[in-house]
T-cell receptor, first 114, second 115 residues
């Protein structure tokens, strides 16, 4: 089955620690995205990547970092600089970025900072 | 800049009644419009999308939406609500001009079905 996997489903972190969220896709898509979801705010774009070894900041990139070393993988690191990291994080991919191409979403990771 | 407004953060309808979820957009060029559904603690699933072909778009699970340029709207409807339709629904827009990679989401509408 083709799709997007995110791990772990639930993640707990102590303040001051960095944590990395995994996102893998086997859809052979070029573009990948990370969104943050908070209650009542919809989805906000953190980072996106149109191709391997290239990525761009989204609307709320501060305190986050990403890498795109392989086409199928786009991990997100939440650093200690992110002031309010507790949220639901969603990864998505599309065959190319922008336009009418559908973004397909993973099941999400819920991060809680203790 | 593109934007989306979803009127009504919570909508309740009786089982079997019409579902109407409102979405208005703003875009400086012809838009592409999407409706996604999200069940609790899950990712988003595409319901339907408008890509400048037919203005009435049919999607999965009996949902449809009509693109109305004069009203800058893309409202989602379903003739008869089912209990399984209870979820959160997001409208999203992107622009058709080359170089715009961003999909902008509305803040969502939570749909409750009353038995």
């Amino acid at each position: 089955d083709g799709g997007i996997t995110q791990s772990p489903k639930y993640l707990f972190r102590k303040e001051g620690q960095n944590v990395t969220l995994s996102c893998e896709q086997n859809l052979n898509h070029d573009a990948m995205y990370w969104y943050r979801q908070d209650p009542g705010q919809g989805l906000r774009l953190i980072y996106y990547s149109q191709i391997v070894n290239d990525f761009q900041k989204g609307d709320i990139a501060e305190g986050y970092s990403v890498s795109r070393e392989k086409k199928e993988s786009f991990p997100l690191t939440v650093t200690s600089a992110q002031k309010n990291p507790t949220a639901f994080y969603l990864c998505a991919s599309s065959s190319r970025s922008g336009g009418a191409d559908t973004q397909y979403f993973g099941p999400g990771t819920r991060l809680t900072v203790l | 800049a593109q934007s989306v407004t979803q009127l009504g953060s919570h909508v309740s309808v009786s089982e079997g009644a019409l579902v109407l979820l409102r979405c208005n957009y703003s875009s400086s060029v012809p838009p592409y419009l999407f409706w996604y559904v999200q069940y609790p603690n899950q990712g988003l699933q595409l319901l339907l999308k408008y890509t400048s072909a037919a203005t009435l778009v049919k999607g999965i699970n009996g949902f449809e939406a009509e693109f109305k340029k004069s009203e800058t709207s893309f409202h989602l409807t379903k003739p008869s609500a089912h209990m399984s339709d209870a979820a959160e629904y997001f409208c999203a827009v992107t622009e058709s001009n080359f170089g715009n990679e961003k999909l902008t989401f509305g803040t969502g509408t939570r749909l409750t079905i009353i038995p």
